[in-house]
């Protein structure tokens, strides 16, 4: 185990795998859920769109593209 601080909120958590504390983990899960039901329901939604419509910030966007 490894004592180390969150990627995302800075919060300090003792981990083997995980670079996020649990809420900042959560919240990821949460957004990309919000974004992926977002593009399912609209195919053709830009990435403009999506930020206005789902209030994800356009780096958590990017990052789900690109994942």
Do not use: F, W
Request: with cysteine; charged share 20%.
């Amino acid at each position: 185990m490894t004592l180390c601080n969150c990627d995302k909120c800075g919060r300090v958590l003792l981990t083997k795998y995980e670079e996020r504390c649990t809420s900042c983990a959560q919240l990821a899960l949460t957004e990309s859920h919000l974004v992926k039901a977002y593009v399912r329901a609209n195919p053709g939604a830009t990435v403009m769109e999506v930020y206005h419509q789902t209030g994800v910030s356009l780096q958590t966007i990017k990052d789900l593209m690109q994942a």
